[in-house]
Nanobody, 126 residues
């Protein structure tokens, strides 16, 4: 049974930082690309960042480029999202996801992902 468990969300002032973590179990973590998505109230889920299975590629949404960094530790079955210079518009529930098996690179479409975590709330106050 695959499980993805996010942590690290919370309330932070604009300009602050948070680091999200997602621990995976029940799958060969090092064989799957991983991604972060977010969903704000009243909006559709959107892509944030992704990293290839062997860290050879990363992708970022334009809105977070230069502020967020995705990384992974295959020995710990964990993917991270370092979020700096946070803005109120970053407020959302953040989800991690593992790709479908065999997907190359760092996919940006949600349809490329199969397993999803429960999400962690990030709130940025102005």
């Amino acid at each position: 049974q695959v499980q993805l468990v996010e942590s690290g969300g919370g309330l932070v002032q604009a300009g602050g930082s948070l680091r999200l973590s997602c621990v995976a179990s029940g799958l060969t973590f090092s064989r799957y690309a991983m991604g972060w998505f977010r969903q704000a109230p009243g909006k559709e889920r959107e892509f944030v960042a992704a990293i290839g299975w062997n860290e050879d590629s990363t992708q970022y949404a334009e809105s977070v480029q230069g502020r967020f960094t995705i990384s992974r530790d295959n020995a710990r079955n964990t993917v991270y999202l370092q979020m700096n210079s946070l803005k109120p518009e970053d407020t959302a529930v953040y989800y991690c996801a593992s790709s479908r098996y065999g997907i190359p690179g760092a996919p940006t479409s949600s349809t490329s992902y199969y397993f999803w975590g429960q999400g962690t709330q990030v709130t940025v106050s102005s």
